[in-house]
Structure formats: structure tokens, C-alpha cells
């Protein structure tokens, strides 16, 4: 089972819109995915249940120690099923950060509950843009982070933050566990246009990840919205978008690399 947190240090970047996305192509690749909200805000449960999300989700198996799996809904997607946040998750992150707070071992919680996944092949984690104890745990826990950045002015300033804090926890991890470094399985610009700023950005972005930019970017487009409101992934709503193929793409290059050139982009009717 492979386990990646879709995350950035900004807000505004796709970060919901990219876990949704992903999930739903990564199940047109014949994955069976869980996508886990690991926001208070629910975004990305939102994204698949617009009518309201379930009250109970991550926070309960945070706390009481149900496994990820039983509180799992499956989604209209099939192959792909959600973990809400649950009502408490704000309040159950900080505890993690609280010396009186989940107990010994709370750093290693949500490593715990991915070890115990059995019938998904690829979870995915949509994280807060804020720093929380529970972003950290989420570090601790998986095998790989996917940044997904926006072409804005301060697009890389978040980012550097964040490989800083990256660096911290590959170091814990190789110290403490047997999870190894944690790695950047793959950086995706999304929101780009055409303005020459934009374009000056992403050749930025290029310049410092290099090969780990996935090469097609994901489109600004009005239809981001229109999927989101009905509750389905852009890849369902506009199977023959700009933006559908550019997530096609990315799941492609998650599962395979940079074999993934060699591939044929598969768009299911």
C-alpha cells in the first residue's frame, strides 16, 4: 500500500481539489484509494458529499481507536471512499500537541492507522495548510508528500518552509522508526493561465524541483468550481478537459514515475 499527503504550506493552492482529482483517476487505474480529510474544514469530503459530510471520520479513530476502514464512506466513485474529518478533529489536534493530550505515542498515531489499512491500495491524505501536531503526525506516517503549487508570487516561499520541515521529520523517522526518509513523490502546478507571470513561475518551479514537477500543469478553469458543487471529480464532470487529462497524467506518474511517458493517458467512458 502506498500512502502520500497532498500538502503545501499556502493556502489556495488546489490542495482539496488535487486529493479529489487524483483519487478519482488513481481508481480509473484500477487502485483502490482512500481518501482521507485530514482538514477541519471538510473540503475535500465536500468535494464528493456536497449535501454534508459524516460527523464521525478521522477524529474518532484518533481517538478511540476504530480503524480507518470503519468509519470509511464509500463514495459515488466506485473504488474510491472517503474518511471525513469528523466533528472533533480540531479539538483533537491539539491535543496531539498537549503534553496531557492523546498519550504516549501520539506522534504515531496516524502511522498506526495506516498500518492497519487492508482493502485500499493507495490512501491519500488531504492536510491543512496550517502547521498543526497532526500535520506532523500525518509527516510521520506516510511514504510520500505530492506539493501541489499555484504560479503565484510567493508560490515558493511556502514550499521552502516546508522542505525544512520535510528534512526534520526524514531525520526523526530514520532515527526512531523503520519508515525511512519521508519523499516528494511528485510536485503538480495547478491554477496556471496563461499571463506571463504564471509562465515565469512555473519555469521557477522548474528550476528548483526539476524532475520532480510533473511535466503537464493543471488549468486554471471555471469547471473546477461547477464539479465541486455537484460533488464530483473534474475527471467525471469534463472527462475531456485540459484539466481532466492534466490529472490523468499526475496519477500516472504517482503510480509509475517517469515510466509514465511510455503510457498510454487512459480516459475511461
Known amino acids: 500500500m502506498r500512502s502520500v499527503a497532498i500538502t503545501n504550506a499556502k493556502g489556495g493552492v488546489g490542495k482539496s481539489t488535487t486529493s479529489i482529482n487524483l483519487a478519482a483517476a488513481l481508481v480509473e487505474l484500477d487502485q483502490r484509494v482512500l481518501l482521507v480529510d485530514a482538514d477541519p474544514s471538510g473540503n475535500a469530503a465536500l468535494g464528493l458529499f456536497p449535501r454534508g459530510i459524516a460527523s464521525v471520520g478521522l477524529a474518532d479513530s484518533l481517538l478511540e481507536n476504530v480503524t480507518l476502514e470503519e468509519v470509511a464512506v464509500a463514495s459515488d466513485v466506485p473504488g474510491l471512499d472517503v474518511v471525513a474529518p469528523g466533528d472533533r478533529l480540531g479539538a483533537c489536534s491539539d491535543q496531539m500537541g498537549g503534553a496531557q493530550g492523546l498519550g504516549q505515542g501520539r506522534e504515531f498515531r496516524v502511522r498506526r492507522l495506516l498500518k492497519g489499512i487492508q482493502n485500499h491500495d493507495v490512501v491519500i491524505i488531504d492536510t491543512s495548510p496550517v502547521l498543526t501536531p497532526l500535520n506532523v503526525a500525518i509527516y510521520y506516517a506516510v511514504n510520500e508528500i505530492l506539493i501541489p503549487i499555484d504560479p503565484c508570487v510567493a508560490a515558493l516561499a511556502g514550499v521552502r518552509a516546508l ?102 493517458i487512459s480516459k475511461a467512458s
Open 163 to 264: 522542505e525544512d520541515l520535510v528534512r526534520s521529520v526524514s531525520e526523526f523517522r530514520l532515527e526512531f522508526t523503520d519508515a525511512g526518509p519521508l519523499r516528494i513523490a511528485g510536485v503538480l502546478i495547478t491554477r496556471a493561465d496563461r499571463t506571463l507571470v504564471s509562465k515565469q513561475i512555473e519555469s521557477e518551479v522548474r528550476d528548483y524541483f526539476g524532475e520532480r514537477v510533473y511535466p503537464r500543469i493543471v488549468p486554471a478553469s471555471v469547471k473546477f468550481r461547477e464539479a465541486y458543487a455537484r460533488g464530483m471529480p473534474l475527471i467525471h464532470y469534463d472527462r475531456l478537459s485540459a484539466g481532466a487529462d492534466a490529472y490523468r497524467e499526475a496519477a500516472m506518474f504517482y503510480l509509475h514515475g517517469q515510466d509514465a511517458r511510455e503510457r498510454p
